[in-house]
């Protein structure tokens, strides 16, 4: 597994002074960057200012199709860079992490093409910039491609990056949505991570800090451009991460891309609506317990995720989860038809869905969506 270095820095100057730090350590003089949105510039020009050559791709889509990645292989392969630099939110540190894992792909895969070929570790580093606290993409092993309109989740240990930079100031011009859904995405993945039949000790710490992070703060993170608010909602994001890094995500998440393609409902909006749903089922039905710890064990997780969020018994946790959409003014989708319910019920990944501590048949997760989004 790569060693990951972490780097808490306060503004765009003092970025680039460790990246540069960096690429003098590697004896490299070029930088692939990587970019999603419009936080690339001034951070390029300081780069630039300090006479390191720069190539930027940000041909790229919020989803990453598996085409834009090929064609950012290409230039990634062209630049003969000493060093990749990614920013932006989730779709920005995945292209990255497609295209230098592709890029060290030494045999084909699917159809032919990089997905699920074998690869080898690239010898041009990626430091990494996340400009949303929320996806963790910065701590994973996972990357997302669509490839011929198919979500294709590849995870492989070379596409960890080694350096990760958390900069508040890119958090504080984020839209008001985003900010709230991916907070509640690093929220779902805590949650989530600790449940998972897959955790670990390591994993369970992980989670326990995101989630002790993200409630004593998320108040002040949204209400506020606090430095010191964002910069902890960043540390949530990133221990968030690295708990599913382990453990991988459950029902939630699984249930959540779908609702995300039908109705351009974000992807941590999407999760959080469904989370609640699949918690109430679990703890009402805890005797089909299928974690191979047992039912006792799993009690105790809901006991622990009960104190984390301040509360004594499921219920209230569950409770205050759904009255925390409210609160933020994160509703259901309005757009809804009953004739959505079988491509939302037929479309959970089963990887996922098999991490979840209760079994969920394609029967019980169409009356969870039910719940979850009125209409159906």
């Keep these: 597994m790569t060693t990951q270095s972490f780097f808490k820095l306060p503004s765009v100057p003092e970025l680039a002074e460790n990246i540069a730090g960096l690429l003098n350590e590697l004896q490299g003089t070029k930088i692939f960057f990587v970019s999603g949105g419009p936080f690339a510039g001034s951070l390029v020009e300081e780069l630039r200012a300090k006479n390191i050559e720069v190539d930027v791709f940000s041909e790229f889509t919020a989803n ?3 085409e834009d990645v090929a064609i950012g ?11 990749m630099v990614s920013i932006g939110g989730g779709s920005a540190i995945d292209t990255a992490k497609s295209i230098r894992l592709f890029a060290s792909a030494i045999t084909a895969g699917l159809d032919d093409t990089y997905i699920y070929a074998e690869y080898e570790p690239s010898p041009v580093p990626h430091y990494t910039i996340p400009t949303t606290a929320g996806t963790g993409s910065e701590a994973t092993t996972f990357a997302v491609v669509y490839y011929k309109g198919d979500k294709y989740s590849i995870d492989d240990p070379t596409a960890l990056p080694e350096y990760v930079a958390l900069v508040p100031e890119y958090l504080h011009n984020l839209p008001m ?3 709230k859904a991916t907070f509640l995405d690093a929220l779902c993945q ?8 897959n955790s670990t000790d390591e994993s369970k710490a992980y989670a326990r800090h995101a989630m002790t992070l993200l409630m004593k703060n998320y108040q002040t993170y949204l209400e506020t451009t606090d430095d010191e608010a964002a910069m902890i909602a960043l540390e949530a994001a990133l221990s968030a991460g690295q708990a599913i890094n382990i453990s991988k995500t459950t029902a939630a998440h699984a249930m959540c891309y779908m609702v995300t393609a039908l109705y351009g409902t974000a992807h941590g909006h999407a999760a959080a609506l469904c989370l609640p749903k699949v918690w109430r089922y679990m703890i009402d039905n805890l005797d089909q317990c299928s ?9 105790q997780v809901f006991s622990d995720i009960n104190s984390e969020l301040g509360f004594d018994n499921s219920e209230d946790s569950i409770s205050w989860f759904e009255g925390l959409l409210v609160e933020l003014d ?3 989708p309005d757009n809804a038809k009953p004739s959505d319910l079988q491509a939302l019920a037929t479309s959970v990944n089963a990887q996922r869905l098999a991490n979840n501590p209760v079994p969920l048949t394609e ?6 969506y039910k719940q979850a989004i009125p209409g159906l």
């Design 330 to 332: 994160m509703s259901a």
């Design 73 to 83: 292989v290409d230039k990634f392969k062209e630049s003969q860079a000493d060093l």
């Design 177 to 179: 949505y985003h900010k």
């Design 64 to 66: 990453p199709v598996y």
């Design 291 to 299: 974690d191979p710890r047992g039912v006792d064990y799993l009690r």
């Design 190 to 197: 805590a949650i989530e991570s600790y449940w998972s039949v």
């Design 363 to 368: 029967e019980i997760i169409a009356e969870l």
